[in-house]
């Protein structure tokens, strides 16, 4: 079997949630969905000028909520709103949150058994025009009589509280992880790290005026451990999770480029990772979040590697609890972990948060001169995504 190889990763910064009360209008909030996915496109091929357009077969793209302009296709709108000649086919998939991990991981597969010599893969999320939950008609649920006997089904909030009982985690733990993602968030972007990964997209604010969205702007750095303790606990009476220890609502969006070696030597590119292992696995889907950590184990087991092999980690926060599990089972150093901050103080647009946190590592491992990377994400409904990527 032939080898893949990732060329490049992008995704655009990512833009807040709307607050119409409050006069304030997210900066990604009048942008079509589409619209994002096929400026990532275009900087790719921007950013790769020796490899012809005409040579991207497919372009893989995840969404968790598909409903009104996330609705359809999106990969193939992606496509038509590109310049990407309509030779180039897209499909839509749905992982939930490890959507786009998914994508990379179906696109390197598909490089590597002949299927593609260039390919597209990440993933989306406009969650101000398509909020959570909107694609779901009440009446007509999808799950089935079977499933509901089966499973008992609750939110990602009490799942958080679940997952901070099982691994006995403190309130203090919980309150500190929060602030420390908000300080390293804040820490990078002000030292320029996110810059190689995030491509400018144009916006017009509230008062009419043109502006450039090229930083993630969710991030409080001001946050106290001692503020966020007086939130209220919405998920359990008594509980530990508030806002400041979840994940933000944003709009975002990711891609990366995936080719043959033969595409490598006939254009000149230059690899700069490829997959040694992919992991999908399931939990409880009441408990939900902790699918995290044996999908890790068997990420490791295929890949040959040990937990001490791996230079850096990107675990989706979802909700503080679901590193601070990892890190505790796993007995894996903070030092090593979301060193440039997470979900907390940035965001988490659902379907594209795999390939963010794909764009962070390859150039938080090119920047330290490192060689192994492990990303993983919980999703919905008990499952979970793990990758590991070795720079080349």
């Known amino acids: ?62 969404t968790t909520t598909v409903c ?13 709103s590109s310049n990407l000649p309509q030779t180039c086919s897209g499909v839509h998939l749905n992982r939930y949150c490890s959507g786009a991990l998914q994508a990379s991981a179906f696109a390197s597969a598909s490089v590597r058994c002949g299927d593609y010599d260039a390919v597209m893969a990440g993933g989306g999320e406009h969650m101000n025009m398509c909020p959570i939950g909107s694609d779901m008609d009440y ?5 089935s009589p079977e499933m509901t006997q089966k499973y008992e089904l609750g939110s990602q909030g009490a ?17 500190t992880f929060s602030v420390k993602s908000q300080q390293k968030a804040y820490a990078a972007t002000q030292a320029g790290k996110f810059k190689n990964e995030i491509i400018p997209v144009t ?7 043109e502006q450039i969205l090229d930083t993630d702007t969710n ?15 919405p998920f359990k009476e008594g509980g530990m999770i508030h806002a400041a220890s979840s994940s933000g609502i944003c709009d975002g969006s990711s891609l990366a480029l995936w080719v043959s070696e033969e595409c490598v030597k006939d254009f000149d590119l230059k690899p700069r990772a490829r997959i040694l292992s992919n992991a999908n696995y399931g939990v409880d889907p009441k408990e939900m979040l902790d699918g995290v950590i044996p ?30 599990a990892w890190m505790k089972t796993l007995k894996v150093s903070e030092e090593k972990v979301n060193v440039n901050g997470g979900a907390i103080a940035m965001g988490h647009p659902l379907g594209s948060t795999g390939g963010i946190l794909l764009a962070t590592i390859i150039n938080e491992l090119e920047r330290e001169n490192l060689r192994y990377g492990l990303i993983t994400l919980c999703a919905a409904f008990g499952m979970s995504g793990t990758m590991i990527i070795e720079r080349l």
């Open 1 to 62: 079997m032939r080898e893949s190889y990732l060329i490049d990763a992008v995704r655009t910064a990512r833009g807040r949630q709307s607050r119409p009360k409050k006069g304030f209008v997210g900066e990604l909030q009048n942008i079509h969905p589409a619209s994002l996915g096929g400026k990532l496109v275009d900087a790719l091929l921007e950013r790769n000028p020796n490899l012809p357009a005409e040579k991207v077969e497919d372009v893989i793209y995840s």
């Open 219 to 233: 991030i409080k750095p001001d946050t106290k451990v001692e503020k966020i303790n007086e939130l209220p606990r």
């Open 295 to 324: 999908g890790t184990e068997l990420a490791l087991k295929r890949a040959g590697l040990k937990i001490d092999d791996i230079d850096r980690f990107e675990i989706n926060e979802a909700f503080a609890s679901v590193p601070l």
């Open 68 to 80: 009104k302009e996330q609705a359809s296709d999106i990969a193939r709108n992606i496509v038509l």
């Open 203 to 209: 916006w017009i604010d509230q008062d009419g005026h």
């Open 159 to 175: 799942a958080a509280e679940i997952i901070a009982g099982k691994y006995h985690l403190s309130q203090e733990e919980i309150n």
């Open 139 to 143: 009446e007509h649920l999808p799950f």
